[in-house]
């Protein structure tokens, strides 16, 4: 008889996973990573909100595993991380590998190299994000990162003005985003304004005539978005709307055209109530507008 050569109750020894210690890549690693990386990089408060969307019934994930995710992509070598302010959570960021894993083309960006004010702008894009874009209804929200990609910087070339963001909804309409955290020199924004809401002919002609007669002589053009929206703080809101009046009292801007810039709180209003004030402002300011002569 032959010989079992196993013994009675012996443990049979687990064999070990080809893939044991790898980190395997997962439908939700691509759309967080997609995300952050168009987004330049994310703070681990808004990595949370962004894993929670993702998930199948959009459950709210807590700090916790977060940054268990987190640890994982950084194991992986696909995103860098570091906290930059001592009272905030951390930066997080795609690495070179991470660029390449989602296959976006982009240049390795270090955001431990950035300024307070660059992050805290950052912050502020991906917060306006969360709040207006469910890409799941068809909206469609293009980043600065992405607007840049394939633009030929020619020398001497004047490029014309990039919003921080677009949004694309389904029925066409394009909104061009800013965020506007600080008040620019009036000569700076009024350009900015004119380019938003002309676009490439303005910007023609202007290298070609100046800007006073490019004023003049890009009358009816228009740009292709449908709408400019603006988020600012009271002091900058303020300061932007005093230069479209301005700009609609020298007859530069139209009536029509100043009624497609509309400037939103930020921070971003919260309560029914905040809403309420916000609309009653961007109301008043128009009628405002419309009675100058």
């Known amino acids: 008889m032959k010989k079992c050569s196993r013994q009675p109750g012996a443990k049979k020894k687990r064999q070990r996973r080809s893939d044991a210690g790898t980190i395997v890549w997962t439908a939700r690693d691509e759309f967080a990573l997609t995300w952050i990386a168009h987004q330049y990089g994310m703070r681990l ?3 949370q909100l962004l894993l929670g969307r993702g998930a199948a019934h959009d459950n709210e994930i807590s ?16 995103v860098h991380t570091e906290r930059i302010r001592a009272s905030e959570p951390f930066w997080v960021w795609p690495t070179y590998l991470g660029l390449r894993k989602i296959g976006l083309p982009y240049t390795y960006r270090d955001l431990a190299q950035s300024s307070l004010h660059d992050l805290g702008h950052l912050y502020a894009i991906n917060e306006i994000r969360f709040h ?17 990609q394939g633009i030929l ?10 919003p921080d963001a677009h949004i694309r909804y389904a029925d066409g309409a ?18 900015n304004l004119m380019e938003l809401l002309r676009g490439e002919e ?3 002609l202007k290298s070609e005539y100046g800007a006073h007669t490019a004023c003049v002589m890009s009358q009816g053009c228009q740009s292709q978005y449908t709408e400019i929206w603006y988020f600012a703080p009271k002091t900058v809101r303020r300061h932007v ?17 100043a009624r497609r810039l509309f400037v939103w709180w ?28």
């Open 45 to 47: 408060d808004h990595v």
């Open 63 to 78: 700090e916790g595993a977060a940054r268990d995710v987190v640890t994982r992509w950084k194991r992986a070598g696909w």
């Open 132 to 148: 207006l874009v469910d890409e799941r209804e068809g909206t469609q929200w293009i980043s600065e990162r992405q607007l840049l």
């Open 153 to 162: 910087h020619g020398k001497g070339r004047e490029l014309l003005h990039r």
């Open 174 to 191: 394009i909104i061009a985003v800013e965020a506007e955290l600080s008040v620019k020199k009036p000569f700076e924004l009024a350009e």
């Open 202 to 204: 303005y910007l023609r």
């Open 241 to 257: 709307w005093r230069e479209c009046a301005r700009l609609v009292q020298r007859g530069d801007v139209s009536k029509e055209e």
């Open 266 to 293: 930020y921070p971003l209003t919260k309560s029914d109530k905040e809403i309420a004030q916000e609309e009653q402002e961007n109301d008043e300011i128009l009628a405002l507008l419309d009675q100058e002569e």
